[in-house]
């Protein structure tokens, strides 16, 4: 059985933590070190304990992937705002220093870890780092992603689907596996991946992007289904347009931008703040009984026909 006391201590964990953090942390010390590992009686006499998640939510620790621009970087500017704690990553290590002053400022405790979501090795890293600074981990914000190159199906190659499911797919399922392995043992946790409104439908010249978005809900469903026993919910958001980089570049033009604007039904983009507001409550204990969702934030644009009139 192991210490969880002295392993807390080398984690650097306070004393007083609930029973759940302390062996959360404990494990994943062991198992970077190969020197401890956590046994079944361990677990017997935590889960025999009063639920602590409520201590353990009064300051949530959230991680946020993709978290340098856009949608990422306004929720974790957000969650700065409610107080919670905060490990932001990226792969661009000046950027993230950047963002991590930016929401100290803000009276959030926040580490930067430089990832790329294509790789196994940094995103068990990425979590065991999240867990040794804030001793658990509450909430997952999956938002790294990409829109490749857009094009015809005929131009598509190996390396052009590589370029887009290695970041959208396989990047967002790296994330959940290393995700789950920190949220079973402490009883439960909340996972958002990011898919789009175009994992709902077609749109041409955009095979792979519309592919791996489509993939992103059914991962999402699946890994939910896995994670219900175990307290773990998964959801996905689909934004719409977003005013965001990626749609300063779909838009390029002013009569571009006009002309999709015509076809939504509130006639603009949605912003950065309006999907973090909804991932802040995707994440938290009032959705409890939310899980295997996709929640469209398209401002109603697949409510209906595009063209249909709306005033």
């Not at 062996?23 to 677990?43: F, L, M, N």
């Not at 409104?197 to 077609?202: D, P, R």
């Not at 749609?247 to 973090?276: C, I, K, Q, W």
Request: glycine share 12%.
């Amino acid at each position: 059985m192991i210490d969880t006391e002295t392993q807390g201590r080398r984690a650097g964990i306070p004393a007083g933590l609930p029973c759940r953090a302390t062996i959360v942390a404990a494990e994943v010390v062991g198992r970077r070190t190969g020197k401890v590992g956590c046994q079944e009686p361990s677990y017997a006499v935590w889960l025999s304990q009063p639920d602590p998640r409520g201590l353990i939510m009064s300051t949530p620790v959230v991680l946020v992937t993709g978290a340098l621009t856009g949608i990422g970087r306004a929720v974790a500017v957000a969650y700065a705002r409610e107080g919670a704690n905060l490990v932001v990553s990226g792969r661009h290590e000046d950027v993230g220093v950047e963002l991590v002053d930016e929401l100290s400022e803000l009276g959030a405790q926040v580490a930067f870890v430089r990832a790329d979501v294509r790789r196994d090795e940094d995103m068990a890293d990425l979590i065991d780092r999240t867990v040794e600074r804030f001793s658990h981990l509450d909430i997952a914000f999956n938002n790294a992603g990409t829109a490749g190159t857009p094009g015809p199906v005929t131009d598509v190659t190996d390396e052009s689907y590589a370029a887009t499911f290695d970041t959208n797919v396989l990047g967002t399922l790296l994330s959940m596996k290393h995700e789950f392995r920190a949220m079973r043992p402490q009883g439960g946790g909340s996972i958002i991946n990011v898919s789009s409104t175009f994992g709902l439908m077609g749109y041409p010249n955009s095979t792979l992007y519309v592919g791996s978005k489509h993939a992103v809900i059914g991962i999402t469903r699946a890994a939910a289904l896995e994670g219900a026993a175990h307290g773990i919910r998964v959801n996905a958001i689909a934004p719409g347009f977003t005013q965001t980089a990626m749609y300063e570049r779909f838009t390029a033009s002013d009569d571009v931008r006009d002309a999709v604007n015509s076809v939504l039904p509130m006639h603009r983009p949605g912003t950065p703040e309006e999907m973090a507001a909804a991932v802040l409550y995707i994440g938290s204990d009032k959705a409890s009984y939310l899980t295997g969702q996709t929640i469209i934030l398209d401002g109603g644009l697949t409510a209906g026909w595009p063209l249909f009139p709306t005033g």
